[in-house]
């Protein structure tokens, strides 16, 4: 059997597949509703795939015409106005409760605004303030936060920032390790639900349970779990945790980050940022500072009110999808691709640092490849759209939202050329 013949069969046969997968998924309907290529919009006739919603997600359809509306109307015509009328000033807290039910977060502990980077640095502060609470006399003080030494670079430097001004010391592990290093001086952990590299999913409701066990307060970063997979913050009991919306949340590029509060913990947050907006009277223009409650005390200062409601429109995609469902269909999705791989790409070529097993899988696949950065750039060319990260990972994102298993199957082939 010549080479081009076996290939030829492995194509139809995995194409079939595509066929049948896309057949029977109940969210394939909702691609509608993005702004994605079509046919026409490249050179060879076949549409683009788009792999990297995990870097930037693809533009919601409802988007343009909202902005539209906020700059010439809400801005244009009612100005000053809008801060009431149009509801820009409450705009926060109402866009963290529409992001609440996809992290699993009852109303009222989610605000939204400034970047994640700014949250990660309110969060882990107020964790180490509140972690020294309440010590016995005598006792040690709690004065170290544990990171993720293989986290997405901003959380560790931060986190560098947020120990020297606490008095604390930095503790680098990876997070299987966590449970090994917790004892009576650990005030806070910062962890990532998923890996931004290889794509693993860590375990946020065994690592919290430990943390809490040594007294200390969990912080989870979710920008690559939030809209891809099941969160469940409140069933956890998370402490903290922070996430950004460009990603799976599809907000638009550096659209507004959130920050959550556990609600018994609320009253004791004490931000390192207390700008007038998280004023209990922020028109009062008293001098001494007040605490609001709740949500609001998260916020800073002024809103970016078009990217904030740029997210708000963007969000609308999610009315009546399930969560379970998306995490069902991002499960499939990259199954799917890892055996087109598996059966296009001659031994050796790639290998693949996303685990297998679902329970420890994110919504992406990394793969390590020689000469990955050029091998990204020409599968770029022919319309596949991944990211690259450095050294020698190829990262492909799979948003359940939008990308079909056709569109798998055929990125698994332009890599197999491209390789090939
Ligand atoms: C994308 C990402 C960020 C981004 O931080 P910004 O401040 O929004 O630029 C932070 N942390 C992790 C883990 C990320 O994946």
Redesign the pocket.
């Known amino acids: 059997m010549s080479e081009t013949y076996e290939f030829a069969e492995k194509y139809e046969e995995k194409a079939a597949q595509a066929a049948k997968l896309d057949a029977a998924d109940g969210l394939a309907a909702l691609r509608d509703r993005f702004v994605l290529d079509t046919a026409s919009d490249h050179a060879g006739g076949a549409a683009g795939v788009y792999l990297d919603g995990n870097s930037l997600g693809a533009l919601p359809r409802a988007v343009p015409g909202r902005i539209e509306d906020v700059v010439r109307r809400q801005w244009g015509e009612l100005r000053i106005r809008s801060w009431d009328e149009s509801g820009w000033w409450t705009a926060p807290e109402r866009i963290g409760d529409r992001i609440a039910p996809l992290v699993g977060a009852a109303p009222g502990q989610i605000v939204v605004g400034d970047?994640?980077?700014v949250n990660v640095f309110k969060a882990l502060v107020a964790a180490v303030r509140m972690a020294g609470e309440g010590g016995s006399a005598g006792a040690a003080p709690r004065d170290e936060i544990v990171v993720d030494a293989s986290?997405?670079p901003?959380?560790g430097y931060i986190a560098e920032s947020a120990a020297r001004m606490t008095g604390c010391r930095i503790v680098p592990v990876l997070p299987a390790d966590v449970p090994g290093v917790l004892g009576p001086r650990t005030a806070a952990v910062l962890l990532?639900h998923v890996d931004?590299r290889t794509g693993r999913l860590h375990d946020l409701p065994g690592l919290t349970a430990a943390v809490h066990a040594a007294g200390a307060l969990a912080v989870w970063?979710l920008?690559?779990s939030a809209g891809a997979l099941p969160v469940e913050l409140d069933a956890h009991g998370v402490d903290l945790a922070v996430g950004?919306t460009y990603?799976y949340l599809n907000g638009g590029p550096g659209s507004p980050?959130y920050l959550y509060v556990r609600r018994e913990l609320q009253p004791r947050f004490d931000s390192p940022l207390p700008g007038w907006n998280s004023h209990a009277e922020p028109f009062g223009m008293r001098p001494e500072y007040e605490a609001g409650s709740g949500a609001v005390r998260g916020r800073v200062g002024t809103p970016d009110i078009l990217s904030m409601l740029a997210l708000e429109a963007a969000l609308e995609v999610w009315d009546g999808v399930s969560i379970e469902a998306v995490r069902a269909k991002s499960l499939a999705l990259t199954d799917f691709f890892l055996e087109c791989v598996d059966a296009y790409v001659p031994r050796g070529l790639v290998e693949s640092v996303t685990p297998s097993a679902h329970a420890e899988r994110g919504s992406q696949v990394a793969l390590r490849c020689e000469g990955a950065g050029d091998v990204m750039r020409r599968l770029i060319e022919r319309g596949v759209v991944g990211d690259y990260r450095a050294p020698d990972i190829l990262r492909f994102g799979f948003t359940p939202l939008y990308v079909s298993f056709a569109e798998v199957e055929r990125a698994a082939r332009v890599l197999r050329d491209v390789l090939g």
């Open positions: 970047s994640t980077s986290t997405f901003t959380d990532n931004y970063d920008c690559h950004c990603k980050a």
